[in-house]
């Protein structure tokens, strides 16, 4: 069974930035893709970004483009997201997200194989 940890969220103000950790229990490489997806009270999960391991390509929540990147480091067995010129409306808890099958790799898709706990972030005006 695949874990992943997340780590790296907290209390910001409006402007400041953030940078999220996904820690995985086996090589991240095996993965078709790995997500960040995040959700706030009384709302749907929302897909944030993804990476595919064998492109590199990377797709964005129009939400965040611009202002957020994903990326992975299999060495480490870890997946980022560094989060700028954060707001208040980014406020949410932060899930990362693997898949070994590409069709569920889709922002829309929200039916990942593995996820993780979550880590909170809030953004203050």
């Known amino acids: 069974q695949v874990q992943l940890v997340e780590s790296g969220g907290g209390s910001v103000q409006a402007g400041g930035s953030l940078r999220l950790s996904c820690a995985a229990s086996?090589?991240?490489?095996?993965?078709?893709?790995m997500s960040w997806f995040r959700q706030s009270p009384g709302k749907e999960r929302e897909g944030v970004a993804v990476?595919?391991?064998?492109?590199?390509?990377?797709y964005y929540a129009d939400s965040v483009k611009g202002r957020f990147t994903i990326s992975q480091d299999n060495a480490k067995n870890t997946l980022y997201l560094q989060a700028n010129s954060l707001k208040p409306e980014d406020t949410a808890m932060y899930y990362c997200a693997a898949n070994y099958d590409g069709a569920r790799c889709g922002l829309a898709r929200a039916d990942s194989d593995y996820w993780g706990q979550g880590t909170q972030v809030t953004v203050s005006s």
């Open positions: 086996e090589y991240i490489g095996t993965f078709y893709c």
């Open positions: 990476i595919f391991d064998g492109s590199g390509n990377t």
